[in-house]
């Protein structure tokens, strides 16, 4: 059984950088195939696909929000990293971690963590 | 970028009803690659469906995908109770973009 789980600020002010932890079982991120993407939802709106991070350390972002985003992955510590920079209010939103694999007809999200809320405001 | 355009934005049924939802792209979704998930207030969205018409794990089978191309539907055969919630659909066959979602409210 995959779980997923997210961890960091609730609140963090607008410029700074936003760090977000996803921390997960189930699978290892050193295995063929696997991968953990990010995804926000601002409250009340649209879900955003924003990065994807492959078994061997390729990766993929929004083409939106690339210039801001960095992710990085610790496999032998199951975990996942998210930092977003300039942080503006618009970012407020919850930030979900989601598990998929790299073969095509599977990159679906079929596993989601319980979501980290973050709200940017001063 | 794939647009997708969810309809109706809300829907007021009964439970025992029978309901489809629809999923339209702005261009072909490449080899069907496309899903839909279910997001209950507070939840993190499940997915239901996934190459267009496979049902997820679990899945009960009153849900089924169907359609192709540009034009999609999420169909629920039967209204639970438990069932009425968010809807998403999601293309994942040229990148990721999803649709704005299709709130199904008790009547």
């Known amino acids: 059984q995959i779980t997923l789980k997210e961890s960091g600020p609730t609140l963090v002010k607008p410029t700074q950088t936003l760090t977000v932890t996803c921390s997960f079982s189930g699978f290892s991120l050193a295995n063929s195939g696997e991968t953990v993407g990010w995804i926000r939802q601002p409250p009340g709106k649209a879900l955003e696909w924003l990065a994807l991070?492959?078994?061997?350390?390729?990766?993929r972002y929004s083409p939106s929000l690339s210039n801001r985003l960095t992710v990085t992955k610790d496999a032998s510590k199951n975990q996942v990293v998210l930092t977003m920079t300039n942080m503006v209010t618009v970012d407020t939103a919850t930030y979900y971690c989601?598990?998929?694999?790299?073969?095509?007809?599977?990159?679906?999200?079929?596993?989601w963590g319980q979501g980290a809320r973050v709200t940017v405001s001063s | 970028e794939v647009v997708l355009t969810q309809s109706p934005g809300t829907l007021s049924l009964s439970p025992g009803e029978r309901v489809t939802l629809s999923c339209r792209a702005s261009q072909t979704v490449i080899s069907n690659f496309l899903a839909w998930y279910q997001q209950k207030p507070g939840q993190a969205p499940r997915l239901l469906i996934y190459?267009?018409?496979n049902r997820a794990t679990g899945i009960p089978d009153r849900f089924s995908g169907g359609g192709s191309g540009t034009d999609f539907t999420l169909t629920i055969s039967r209204l639970e109770p438990e069932d009425f919630a968010v809807y998403h659909c999601q293309q994942y066959g040229d990148s990721y973009t999803f649709g704005q979602g299709t709130k199904l409210e008790i009547k």
């Open positions: 991070i492959y078994w061997d350390d390729d990766k």
């Open positions: 190459g267009a018409s």
């Open positions: 989601v598990h998929s694999r790299w073969s095509p007809s599977l990159a679906f999200f079929d596993s």
